[in-house]
């Protein structure tokens, strides 16, 4: 049975560097033969969550009414979780995070697995430290198996990423998860 993966994207950017990444990683999956799904976060209707607690009496929902709704159904089918974001101030964008916060819903999906994919300005990947530091936090906590992580350092402006080595990693990736 083909593996099911789900990959957040929270570049406000189209056609940016993540984006770009995230579709190195999605050829090399689909031509391993899986399905891959992919939700631009920062271009759809995703609240911050409110601490109501809902998902937890009412598991695997949300009170909330967005568009979050429809990626928590897909996640809750998926194999394989991505995620993917430039580097904003050491972290991921604002608008993956939001998206992230609200997937307490999966609190008891066990056996799944997850990437990470990230693009950032500076050549030191010590910039991305606290997004590593985070999305290893949450991989223990959910006590999902890291699959890989892949960072391409120096590509600030639009298409920077074009020849970049993260690129051939990042299809490699997705062939192999």
């Not at 049975?1 to 999956?29: D, Y």
């Not at 429809?70 to 050491?90: C, K, N, T």
């Not at 500076?122 to 910039?127: K, L, P, R, V």
């Not at 991305?128 to 120096?154: P, Q, V």
Request: glycine share 8%; proline share 2%.
């Amino acid at each position: 049975m083909s593996k099911h993966i789900v990959i957040l994207s929270g570049s406000p950017r189209k056609k940016g560097n993540t984006e770009q990444l995230v579709a190195a990683f999605k050829a090399g999956a689909e031509s391993a033969g899986k399905t891959v799904t992919v939700f631009q976060t920062a271009h759809m209707d995703i609240a911050a969550c409110t601490g109501c607690e809902y998902c937890i009496t009412h598991p695997g929902g949300c009170a909330l009414k967005d568009d979050m709704g429809e990626i928590i159904g897909a996640l809750h089918r998926a194999d394989v979780i991505v995620w993917a974001s430039p580097v904003y101030y050491f972290s991921f964008t604002a608008q993956l995070k939001r998206a992230i916060d609200r997937m307490y819903p999966l609190i008891n999906e066990a056996s799944k697995q997850a990437a990470l994919l990230l693009t950032c300005a500076e050549e030191d990947t010590d910039t991305a430290a606290g997004a590593f530091a985070i999305y290893e936090r949450i991989l223990n906590y959910y006590e999902w198996e890291n699959a890989g992580t892949i960072i391409a350092s120096g590509v600030e402006h639009m298409g920077d990423i074009a020849g970049h080595h993260a690129l051939v990693k990042a299809q490699k990736l997705g062939r192999e998860i």
